[in-house]
């Protein structure tokens, strides 16, 4: 009887922590209330689901998937995308129009330009002309129906970098939950998606200071379903001639987003977190009226290093002493 009740993913047991490498960062697996073994069944399981979303979307690396076929596929030429693509695409475009354009997803050419996911790293700016060269225009990307979709221009190149890896959260949270997990967090890399509780109390999540690594600027008390997503200027950048350039670019300017250190957005599915905190970060504390009016809660640590929230966030936030 008492091993019946010890099995399965009920009753009390420690968490289960777990670590990998993917999508260029360390996810760590935390269960809650689940014997052992199937805790690191359901993880096994999540980590392979979210490996394959990093294989389908990447426009990097030696693999062929379809975004890259598209990105190669003749301009004007209408190219049907999978399913998932073509979903998370629309998605991605939702926020590109209720963000006005501070979220792209058309944006690869210019990414690969700055080359902010190549090895080695850069350590200086492209000159202008490529930058301009790179940028593409407005409405590049032609839904013509269904999952069908063209490009406008050769500069048009889809890149779900600032998406994806909500969506993988998204994918190895729907495996845990298929497992029979209820209560758990994947965090990749201060990425995070939630389920349930932490022994019957809300998980506690602190919210990373932009500028002192290893240091909170608060914390947050939730219960989920929740996702946290945090886009920031120190993840992937160089410093030069004394000015710091990162990876998350105004599509307005082709240059990296200045008015920003740090966003960070509440919405239950990461992939809406995730297009979110990066459109945030381009748009600056300015931007937090529309999350606001999307009820969705959101911080913004401005150039300054100064803290501003909108009201679903102060409603949450407990600011670190
Ligand atoms: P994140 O860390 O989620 O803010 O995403 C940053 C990544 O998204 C970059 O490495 C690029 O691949 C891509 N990206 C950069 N700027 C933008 C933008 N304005 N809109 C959409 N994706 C972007
Ligand atoms: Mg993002």
Redesign the pocket.
């Known amino acids: 009887m008492l091993l019946l009740l010890l099995a399965g993913c009920s009753g009390q047991h420690e968490d289960v922590h777990e670590t990998r490498f993917m999508m260029g960062t360390l996810v760590e697996f935390t269960v809650s209330d689940c014997d052992k073994q199937e805790a690191q069944k359901a993880i096994a399981r999540a980590s392979r689901a979210m490996a394959r979303i990093e294989q389908r979307f990447t426009i990097y690396g030696d693999g062929d998937n379809a975004v890259k076929r598209f990105n190669r596929t003749p301009v004007g030429t209408a190219v049907t995308l999978p399913k998932d693509v073509a979903q998370l695409l629309m998605l991605a475009r939702k926020v590109q129009r209720a963000s006005d354009g501070?979220?792209?997803?058309a944006?690869g050419a210019l990414?690969r330009l700055w080359g902010?996911?190549r090895e080695p790293a850069p350590t200086r700016p492209p000159a202008k002309a490529q930058i301009r060269a790179a940028k593409h225009a407005p409405g590049c990307l032609i839904h013509t129906r269904k999952e069908q979709w063209l490009r406008r221009s050769d500069n048009c190149q889809l890149?779900f970098?600032?998406i994806a890896?909500g969506y993988a959260l998204d994918r190895g949270i729907a495996a845990l939950k298929r497992a029979g997990i209820r209560n758990a967090i994947i965090n990749a890399g201060g990425d995070m998606r939630i389920i349930g509780s932490h022994h019957g109390k809300p998980w506690r999540i602190g919210i990373r200071h932009p500028r002192k690594s290893g240091q909170v600027l608060g914390y947050l008390a939730l219960n989920g379903p929740m996702s946290i997503v945090t886009?920031g200027d120190y993840?992937?950048f160089f410093i030069y001639q004394g000015r710091r350039y990162h990876?998350?670019?105004?599509?307005a300017s082709g240059m990296p987003a200045h008015k920003a250190q740090s966003a960070t957005v509440l919405h239950p599915s990461a992939s809406v977190a995730?297009a979110w905190?990066?459109a945030l970060?381009?748009l600056g504390p300015k931007g937090l009226a529309r999350l606001q009016q999307l009820r969705m809660p959101a911080l913004v640590v401005d150039t300054q290093g100064a803290l501003h929230m909108n009201a679903a966030m102060r409603a949450l936030f407990h600011p670190m002493r």
Do not use: C, M, Q, Y
């Open positions: 501070a979220f792209d997803p944006l990414n902010f996911s890149d970098g600032g890896k886009s993840e992937r990876h998350i670019l105004d599509p995730d905190s990066t970060f381009v």
